[in-house]
């Protein structure tokens, strides 16, 4: 009986970590190990801060302009080339930094998330974080090849299509229409 009273207990609190973890769909949000293990993984890891002294092994950046017009004017236009310039691709997943708790990372996550089909997460720790968990900052941030990509801002009405949906045929294009419709 004495066994039961005590695994009762824990038993209940972590039924109640389960259904907490179940309401939050995806694992936008990443502590240190998290983010090293999607970066070991293949994530890109993108650096959101204006002058950053250090940075994540590897990590990206884009033109501070061309990331404000984004989020205070959701110029896609200006994102696209910024993004692509700097070779992050977004059907990768990546891991969005900046300093601890950075509410221009959290803003860029939330808003890629209806943009990017790769998983867009936030290191909310950013480089402060890692850097207090014992792991190493480099001195530059990485370089990659330019990315082309198109990025489809999501409408909030009418029909939902694929970017290249205007160079298929009419019955593939019903197509996709009827698969949208049955998704929701």
């Not at 309401?23 to 801060?49: C, F, I, K, Q, S």
């Not at 014992?134 to 990315?147: H, I, K, Y």
């Not at 489809?152 to 197509?175: D, N």
């Not at 229409?177 to 998704?183: D, I, P």
């Amino acid at each position: 009986m004495t066994t039961i009273k005590r695994t009762l207990p824990a038993a209940v609190l972590a039924a109640l970590a389960l259904l907490a973890a179940a309401g939050t769909a995806r694992a936008d949000n990443l502590a240190a190990p998290a983010a090293e293990a999607a970066l070991a993984h293949g994530a890109l890891a993108w650096d959101v801060r204006e002058q950053p002294a250090a940075a994540l092994p590897g990590a990206l950046r884009i033109d501070p302009a061309a990331l404000t017009a984004w989020l205070e004017r959701h110029d896609l236009v200006a994102l696209r080339g910024a993004v692509s310039a700097a070779g992050l691709d977004l059907s990768r997943d990546i891991v969005v930094y900046g300093d601890a708790g950075d509410p221009r990372a959290q803003a860029l996550v939330e808003s890629l998330q209806a943009l990017s089909p790769g998983q867009v997460h936030w290191f909310v720790g950013g480089a402060a974080e890692w850097a207090m968990s014992g792991r190493e900052l480099r001195a530059t941030t990485g370089s990659r090849l330019p990315v082309p990509q198109w990025l489809v801002s999501p409408v909030a009405e009418g029909p939902k299509t694929m970017a290249a949906a205007a160079l298929r045929s009419p019955a593939l294009a019903e197509a996709d229409q009827a698969l949208v419709a049955s998704a929701r």
